[in-house]
């Protein structure tokens, strides 16, 4: 009777501890918590959560790849320069006073009701931004002219508007998956070409990774995005533009034709089949045949003020390690 009770107290201080811990990871999730906030600000400003999280995200990508930016290092991603939180002619750049603040006419209000407009509080942050949207308006076209008027550039505004768009139709925030271009099981071959020498229509670099395979071999989306470009383009041939949420914009280019009804400003998820792979490309409208099929995949980042072309060589390899390692664990 006593060993019984003994392991009944040992199972109970187990199962409490496993409880806790997953109560406590549960807590850290920083998509939840990141959504709870999201909710709860619409609740007060009615600003769309999508419009919400779609500015924290763009803000978070533009942070990672710029130098004159502080690293983000908390739940929310936006950032506000100490002069336009504290007000351009308040004497003391982190004044927490909401009053002082508003005196000034800083950006800076207190979120949270504890009397401070600290910087360093993810709710102040969220609604101060939020409550700048407000006096626009909260219907989708007013949030991208207070959006024009905060970046003053059209492709922000067009990479905010796009997120939103994205994060309305999935309803969450966890989209980080990808796969491989063409299916696994396809007879294919690619290595790192990226800043090769080319020299058709000028002397210029290769900006992406070639994935050779066969005529019509499916041509999938990589990642959860939006389709912002597509049709002929003298050096690509038939070609793609898709931007996902985490600021990359990816590139499918010598594509034998596209998927019936696909366009621009559709919604994609990894596996979408947009096209097959071709050889188009190198002239005018139709060209193809110049060169072996395959496809060009390409991979661009844009950091708010420019953007540039990076080597995909290294994700390609790791979405398709990814993607076979998932596919051996459903068998």
């Avoid at 320069?81 to 508003?102: C, H, K």
């Avoid at 690619?190 to 800043?195: A, K, P, Q, V």
């Avoid at 533009?241 to 621009?264: E, P, T």
């Amino acid at each position: 009777m006593r060993a019984v009770i003994i392991i009944g107290t040992i199972l109970i201080f187990f199962t409490s501890t496993l409880s806790v811990r997953d109560a406590h990871a549960q807590e850290l999730d920083p998509y939840q918590e990141r959504m709870k906030l999201y909710k709860k600000v619409e609740t007060v400003t009615q600003i769309p959560w999508y419009y919400l999280a779609a500015i924290d995200q763009y803000e978070r990508n533009i942070r990672l790849v710029r130098r004159d930016l502080p690293k983000p290092n908390s739940l929310t991603g936006i950032y506000f320069r100490p002069e336009d939180w504290a007000g351009l002619t308040n004497p003391n750049p982190l004044d927490e006073s909401p009053s002082i603040i508003q005196f000034f006419n800083g950006l800076g209000v207190d979120g949270n009701g504890d009397g401070k407009a600290s910087q360093k509080d993810d709710e102040d942050i969220l609604y101060a931004f939020a409550k700048y949207l407000l006096s626009y308006g909260v219907d989708h076209d007013n949030i991208k002219i207070g959006l024009w008027n905060y970046y003053h550039r059209d492709r922000t505004v067009g990479i905010i508007a796009g997120y939103a768009k994205i994060y309305r139709h999935f309803g969450r925030l966890n989209l980080d998956k990808q796969v491989f271009p063409v299916p696994l099981y396809s007879n294919h071959s690619y290595r790192s070409t990226w800043g090769d020498a080319r020299g058709w229509g000028g002397r210029r670099i290769h900006e992406g990774t070639d994935i050779f395979a066969d005529y019509g071999v499916p041509v999938r989306a990589t990642n959860y995005g939006i389709i912002e470009m597509k049709g002929w383009n003298k050096f690509g041939g038939w070609r793609i533009g898709i931007r996902d949420i985490n600021n990359n914009y990816h590139y499918f280019a010598h594509m034998s034709g596209f998927s019936k009804d696909l366009k621009v400003g559709q919604i994609v998820e990894p596996g979408k089949v947009i096209g097959g792979v071709g050889s188009s490309g190198y002239g005018p409208p139709g060209t193809s045949g110049k060169f072996p099929p395959h496809l060009h995949y390409g991979m661009y980042k844009d950091n708010g003020i420019t953007e540039w072309s990076f080597d995909p060589y290294p994700h390609l390899a790791k979405w398709k390690r990814i993607e076979r390692f998932n596919l051996k664990k459903k068998k």
